[in-house]
Nanobody, 119 residues
Framework: QVQLVESGGGLVQAGGSLRLSCLAS????????MAWYRQAPGKQRKLVAT???????NYADSVKGRFTISRDNAKNTVDLQMNSLKPEDTAVYYC?????????????WGQGTQVTISS
């Protein structure tokens, strides 16, 4: 069984920073792409950033230049550094990872962490 556990959410003022972390644990053989998604109240879950195993990253246009995704393959972690935060960044942030488990690649989600940006 695999678990993804996010941490680092909270309440900050606009212009501030937060760093989210996600730890994948369990009988993990390998992790492919990792990503962060977010879901604002009443809206669909949207992709924020992705990172490949070799470190290639991509970002949603709305966060480019403000957010940075990184990962540590040895520790099975993925982080999201969020700077210059805006009220519209308020959402539940979810970690996502494609994990090789029992010879099958499966998509896994964390439980989410709340990020609230006050104006």
């Amino acid at each position: 069984q695999v678990q993804l556990v996010e941490s680092g959410g909270g309440l900050v003022q606009a212009g501030g920073s937060l760093r989210l972390s996600c730890l994948a644990s369990g009988k993990i053989f390998s992790i492919n792409d990792m990503a962060w998604y977010r879901q604002a109240p009443g809206k669909q879950r949207k992709l924020v950033a992705t990172i490949t195993r070799t470190g290639t990253s991509n970002y949603a246009d709305s966060v480019k230049g403000r957010f940075t995704i990184s990962r540590d393959n040895a520790k099975n972690t993925v982080d999201l550094q969020m700077n210059s935060l805006k009220p519209e960044d308020t959402a539940v942030y979810y970690c996502n990872a494609e994990i090789l488990l029992a010879l099958k690649w499966r998509n896994h989600w964390g439980q989410g962490t709340q990020v609230t940006i006050s104006s």
